[in-house]
């Protein structure tokens, strides 16, 4: 999933355009963290948005917080066109920085992470209610009931495919030990 074509490079939240960046080895998202902390602090200026992350990545490196060591330097491209380095950070470092920030735009994004976090509690102790989650979001989602468990079954047979790969090229032992963690 290449980034093809600069409507992948941004997404638009709240009416405000975010820069994003997407890496392929890692398969996920980088966001710019002054367009974040933009919209957090409802700041159309770019320049001000950047100074609020500065004194904040300040406040935040002398707490001792991981977050300001999980974002990176990317080049994404500025408002003049040209490639500049920025700050950007994954999803789960973006959520957490927004925990950070005192905007009621970030108290829709605490509610949903907490309730995110207590379905993962739920999750380890039964699996099958994050099955029944995935269905639920795909429902919601408008798949059909058919395209649901066709998608199920893909991913069952791709486990399984797997597993014989696998099967072929270790022995018994090493073979019942990967099969464990499925289990």
């Not at 990176?72 to 470092?93: F, N, P, Q, S």
């Amino acid at each position: 999933m290449a980034r093809k074509n600069e409507s992948k490079e941004l997404v638009i939240f709240d009416g405000k355009n975010i820069r994003r960046h997407w890496n392929d080895k890692e398969e996920k998202w980088y966001f710019s963290v002054v367009d974040i902390v933009s919209v957090l602090t409802q700041q159309d200026n770019n320049l001000i948005a950047r100074k609020y992350w500065n004194k904040l990545a300040e406040r935040l490196r002398n707490e001792g917080s991981e977050v300001v060591t999980k974002c990176h330097r990317l080049k994404l491209r500025a408002g003049d066109g040209k490639m500049r380095l920025m700050d950007v950070a994954d999803t789960e470092t973006i959520f957490r920085l927004t925990q950070s920030v005192p905007s009621p735009k970030a108290e829709p994004i605490k509610l949903w992470l907490a309730k995110v976090g207590y379905e993962r509690v739920q999750d380890i102790s039964d699996p099958e209610k994050s099955i029944n989650r995935g269905r639920e979001y795909w429902r919601k989602m408008g798949r059909s009931e058919e395209w649901i468990q066709r998608r199920m079954m893909g991913q069952e047979t791709r486990n399984k495919l797997t597993f014989f790969v696998i099967a072929r090229r270790y022995s018994d032992v090493a073979i019942h030990e990967y099969y464990s963690n499925f289990i």
